[in-house]
């Protein structure tokens, strides 16, 4: 999955994991979730066992992986990252699994796109931590049952509708991570600029998080952005006022902070489409895009903005989407 959130580098993942708060409490916004895995963690702690299995949920950049490496350093437990891409069969996820120390948290990234043998195992081993290995093909075919450390396995999904039931059942716990609101992101971009150094009016980290697409990920990057632009022209006279129009301009953020693939989105919707309704996988070809992006990345802020609309025939834009583009909404010009 291309993620238009990914960051571009190594540099660029060295600071987004410096980045990262390392405690619930450093943990800013999803007041809920932080409540419910604190509780999670806390009765975990005073019975002295693992936290049942957790399913984080939701876009990507909100802070999944984040909420991982939380869980683990909260209850001092070591953690192991793979990813569903990575467990391609139930050897892989085997061998995984019987490499865990007792107790280690074990973080798996789309945790949808794991194959479909080894989800299989996964069941077992989530439920009863042991699974069975199967050994030699046909008649002479037999299962060699093997225990496990106890674990807990902290899965992240940003399409939670893509896991099969007894998947999603086995988890003792799901957490649904939101977009984040201005306010939240604001206490981010200034808690990062904090650590980085960056020394701008406070006017800016609300413009940056205005502009951020409810996603820390994003916010941290268009900061960072901002402070490439002060590096080199902070000798300048008013370079601290520029420099957030400057970075965003650069990386293409409307006012309302859509990228270029939001707007592609919405455009291809209203222009060649007329408003909608249109398929994923057509809308998906017309903007070069693969259909798994437009429907975990672009889709759901369109929709949670109010700009898109979902129907059984296919995705539609809303009026507010052709307010946005200057345009009037084809039912209003009738009216
Ligand atoms: P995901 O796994 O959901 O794609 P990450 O956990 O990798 O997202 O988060 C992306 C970046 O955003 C990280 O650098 C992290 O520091 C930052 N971040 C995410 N959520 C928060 C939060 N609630 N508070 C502070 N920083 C956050």
Not at 275 to 296: D, F, M, Q, W
Request: hydrophobic content about 40%.
């Amino acid at each position: 999955l291309r993620d238009a959130t990914e960051p571009v580098d190594e540099t660029e993942l060295a600071i987004e994991g410096a980045l990262r708060p390392t405690s619930l409490a450093e943990f800013v916004g999803q007041p809920k979730v932080r409540g419910q895995l604190q509780l999670l963690l806390d009765a975990a702690r005073i019975q002295q066992r693992p936290p049942d299995h957790i399913l984080l949920a939701g876009p990507p950049g909100l802070g999944k992986t984040t909420l991982a490496m939380i869980v683990a350093h909260e209850s001092g437990r070591p953690l192991r990252l793979s990813s569903g891409p990575a467990i391609q069969h139930a050897g892989d996820l085997a061998a995984l699994l019987s490499s865990l120390t007792p107790g280690e948290v074990l973080f798996i990234d789309e945790v949808h796109r794991m194959a479909r043998t080894a989800e299989e195992m996964l069941y077992l081993a989530m439920e009863d931590f042991r699974i069975d290995i199967m050994v030699g093909k046909g008649a002479g075919a037999t299962s060699i049952p093997l225990d496990l450390a106890p674990f807990t396995l902290v899965g992240a999904t940003t399409r939670s509708g893509l896991l099969p039931n007894p998947l999603r059942d086995r988890f003792g716990f799901t957490a649904h991570l939101e977009y984040y609101d201005p306010e939240d992101l604001e206490r981010v971009i200034s808690r990062s600029a904090g650590m980085l150094g960056v020394d701008l009016p406070p006017e800016s980290f609300a413009e940056i998080a205005r502009r951020s697409r409810g996603t820390p990920r994003i916010a941290n990057r268009l900061l960072r952005r901002v402070r490439d632009y002060l590096i080199v022209h902070g000798g300048e006279k008013g370079a601290a006022d520029a420099a957030v129009g400057a970075a965003l301009e650069l990386y293409d953020v409307d006012a309302i902070g859509l990228d270029r693939l939001d707007r592609a989105v919405l455009d291809a919707i209203v222009h060649r489409f007329r408003g909608g309704p249109v398929g994923l996988s057509t809308l998906a070809v017309t903007v070069g895009e693969e259909a798994e992006t437009i429907e975990s990345v672009v889709e759901p802020y369109l929709v949670r903005i109010g700009f898109m609309g979902r129907t059984p025939r296919g995705r539609i834009a809303t009026p507010a989407a052709y307010e946005h583009l200057g345009m009037r909404h084809p039912d209003h010009a009738q009216a």
